[in-house]
């Protein structure tokens, strides 16, 4: 007899029985493990498993804590859906800051670092300026913008390093 795994699912209650194995291990048919960095994630069906990376089971928590890094565009547009830090090391002109993607809760942080002079501005989501500092203008300027999301506003602070 092979070895299975049988479900029953009611409104009330979750049965799982196991037949021809007294342990998970003597199922057969399973998805494993392939590393000591592998992890075992229910899928959205009842029962289903899928087999997921470190980095792929922090993005699932949210957990993504790698700063990315954007190229200096114009607008200069970041969108934090998946990953909240950021750092643009080439501001190279004038341009406005946007972000899109946040939710309600969240939080992050962008570096801008001047190459040139270029005067950055916040776009029009950021409604809040929770302290008194302004983006630095002036060659080898390095900025960093805290924010964090609040019902409908992008509340921000701005600090000036180095």
Known sequence: MADTINASITEQSIAVTMTGGDTWNGISGKPTAVSGNSFMVSDSTPFSWLVKTLP???TILGL???VQ???FAIPLAIDVTTYKDWKCTSVSGDATLNITGQADGEAGIIELFNSTSGVVTMGTMFTKNAGSGVLATAVSGDNIIAW???GSDVIFSISNIG
């Open 56 to 58: 792929e089971v922090k």
């Open 64 to 66: 993504n804590l790698a």
């Open 69 to 71: 890094t954007v190229p």
């Open 148 to 150: 964090y999301k609040s």
